[in-house]
């Protein structure tokens, strides 16, 4: 019996030990992770809050609490988002450093994909590219365009910012009746552009637009432009994987959109299964690069 016990407190001990929580703090989400000794994910959150301080403080809570994971098993604490820089003492007294966001984009996308060479497109308020080709990590440019575009336009011309609404509104609409397509100002397809490629975004809008359309156009507008802008960025660089994180790509109509590009450029976008952790996974495994 001694020796049972003993061999169940060894690995429990073990396991105290093993647990590394990657938080990434953004401006109005915060999302984190652990990551075990064997590299597996544990049961990602993300807690949406008014300020990064208290999103943070909450998600850390509620994640050790739904885990049932004691502050004593917990080894390292690695903080990155632009929240972070409001946190400059050690979380709950846990020893606690920052991981640079775009090298926790890349680990954190390789993590996922097992690919050593493409570009992550963090998808956020506004997007960032970050270039990977094995251990070279290179922050490569970006884009004010994101999920902060989406809700103010909505704002604007739906009245609403509830994704939920947005995205059900967007489901009924149709793309042909917003944008200007090939078809539209060409009998026959161009050279390398079918004849549903998308010529103008919002070309084809009426003052008297339904809101199911407006949604649909939106969200087109965002994706596509952050899809097009990510191919003409690796302009150059042979690489043609393309791996997409962040919270946008939770949008149902992500997966077309991006789907559709591969097609008409002979790419490939790729979502991860906990695409929206991503750069909290590669915060966690900073500290295991270190």
Same mark, same amino acid.
């Given at each position: 019996?001694?020796?049972?016990?003993?061999?169940?407190?060894c690995?429990?001990?073990? #396991?105290?030990?093993? +647990? $590394?929580?990657?938080?990434?703090?953004?401006?109005?989400?915060?999302? +984190?992770?652990?990551?075990?000794?064997?590299?597996?994910?544990?049961?990602?959150?993300?807690?949406?809050?008014?300020?990064?301080?208290?999103?943070?403080? !909450?998600?850390?809570?509620?994640?050790?609490?739904? #885990?049932?994971?004691a502050?004593g098993? *917990?080894?390292?604490?690695?903080?990155?988002? =632009?929240?972070?820089?409001?946190? #400059?003492? @050690?979380?709950?007294?846990?020893?606690?450093?920052?991981?640079d966001?775009?090298?926790?984009d890349?680990?954190?996308?390789?993590?996922?994909?097992?690919?050593?060479?493409?570009?992550?497109v963090?998808?956020?308020?506004?997007?960032? /590219?970050?270039?990977?080709?094995?251990?070279? +990590?290179?922050?490569?440019? %970006?884009?004010?365009?994101? %999920?902060?575009?989406?809700?103010?336009?909505?704002?604007?011309m739906?009245?609403?910012?509830?994704?939920?609404?947005?995205?059900?509104l967007?489901?009924? !609409?149709?793309? &042909?009746?917003?944008? =200007?397509?090939?078809?539209?100002?060409? @009998?026959?397809?161009?050279?390398?552009?079918p004849?549903?490629?998308?010529? &103008?975004?919002? %070309?084809?809008?009426?003052?008297?637009?339904?809101?199911?359309? $407006? &949604?649909?156009?939106?969200?087109?507008t965002?994706?596509?432009?952050? !899809?097009?802008?990510?191919?003409?960025?690796?302009? !150059?660089?042979?690489?043609?994987?393309?791996? /997409?994180?962040g919270?946008?790509?939770?949008?149902?109509?992500?997966?077309? =959109?991006?789907?559709?590009?591969?097609?008409?450029?002979g *790419?490939?976008?790729?979502?991860?299964?906990?695409?929206?952790?991503?750069?909290?996974?590669?915060?966690?495994?900073?500290?295991?690069?270190?």
């Open positions: 019996m001694f020796f049972v016990f003993f061999y169940y407190f690995r429990v001990k073990k #396991n105290i030990m093993a +647990i $590394i929580i990657g938080i990434d703090v953004g401006i109005s989400t915060t999302k +984190i992770v652990g990551i075990g000794d064997g590299r597996q994910v544990i049961s990602p959150i993300r807690i949406k809050a008014t300020d990064p301080v208290t999103s943070l403080y !909450g998600a850390f809570g509620k994640y050790l609490y739904d #885990n049932h994971i502050l098993a *917990v080894e390292h604490v690695m903080i990155t988002g =632009v929240g972070s820089a409001y946190i #400059n003492a @050690p979380i709950y007294g846990l020893p606690t450093d920052k991981a966001e775009f090298m926790a890349g680990l954190g996308a390789r993590f996922e994909t097992g690919l050593d060479r493409m570009i992550v963090s998808m956020g308020t506004g997007t960032s /590219l970050v270039q990977c080709q094995g251990d070279d +990590i290179r922050h490569i440019g %970006g884009l004010g365009i994101g %999920g902060g575009t989406l809700m103010g336009l909505s704002r604007i739906l009245q609403t910012d509830d994704i939920h609404q947005i995205t059900s967007a489901a009924e !609409g149709n793309h &042909a009746s917003i944008d =200007v397509l090939i078809g539209d100002i060409s @009998p026959n397809p161009l050279p390398g552009l004849m549903d490629a998308t010529a &103008a975004l919002f %070309g084809n809008a009426k003052s008297d637009a339904s809101r199911e359309d $407006i &949604a649909l156009g939106i969200i087109t965002v994706l596509q432009t952050i !899809g097009s802008s990510t191919i003409l960025a690796s302009q !150059g660089s042979g690489i043609k994987e393309y791996v /997409l994180i919270n946008l790509t939770l949008l149902p109509q992500c997966k077309e =959109v991006f789907t559709g590009l591969d097609r008409l450029y *790419v490939h976008f790729v979502i991860p299964t906990h695409s929206e952790f991503c750069t909290a996974i590669g915060a966690a495994l900073c500290y295991r690069k270190q």
